[in-house]
C-alpha cells in the first residue's frame, strides 16, 4: 500500500515484537498503546499517574508530529488504567492537552500492564481534515 507510513519510535520492541509506534494510511494515524516510558526504557514518574498520563500525550503529539498531524487531528482517546480511582489525575492530564479539542474518550480500568510501574496506558485515532 504505497500511502501507508509507519512511524517508529526506535524502541527495541517494536521489532521484536512488529509493531509501529503510529501508522498514517491517508488522512487516518493511529498511535499504538503508548505508556510513560522515555528512550532510555525507564517508566517516568512513578507512582504518579498524572505524570504517567501527562508524559503519554506528549509522546502522542511528537508521534503525530512526524505522522504529519497535530493533537486538533484526534477524534479518539482510549485510556486503561491499572486503578479507575486514578480517573481524576489521569482526566486533568487529559483536559490539558484536549480541553478545547474534546476527542472521544474512554477510560478503563485493566488488571494490569506489562510493567508493574506503568498505571496508564493509551491509544489515540487522528484523523487529518482535508
Known amino acids: 500500500m504505497s500511502d501507508r507510513v509507519n512511524i517508529s519510535s ?4 517494536e521489532d ?3 509493531y509501529s509506534r503510529a501508522v498514517r494510511v491517508g488522512a487516518t494515524i493511529e498511535v499504538a498503546g503508548t505508556t ?5 526504557g525507564e517508566v517516568v514518574g512513578l ?3 498524572y505524570r504517567q498520563a501527562h508524559y503519554i500525550f506528549s509522546k502522542i503529539e511528537k508521534a503525530l508530529q512526524q505522522a504529519g498531524g ?12 491499572t486503578d479507575i480511582r486514578s480517573w481524576e489525575e489521569i482526566g486533568r492530564a487529559h ?6 479539542i474534546k476527542p472521544v ?3 478503563v480500568e485493566i488488571r494490569a500492564l506489562i510493567d508493574p510501574r506503568m498505571l496508564v496506558e493509551v491509544e489515540a485515532t487522528a484523523i487529518i481534515s482535508t
Open 70 to 81: 497535530t493533537l486538533a487531528d484526534v477524534v479518539r482517546t482510549r485510556m486503561f488504567v
Open 47 to 49: 507512582d504518579d499517574p
Open 95 to 100: 483536559g490539558e492537552y484536549f480541553q478545547q
Open 10 to 13: 526506535g524502541v527495541k520492541w
Open 36 to 40: 510513560a516510558v522515555d528512550e532510555r
Open 16 to 18: 521484536i515484537i512488529g
Open 105 to 107: 474518550a474512554t477510560m
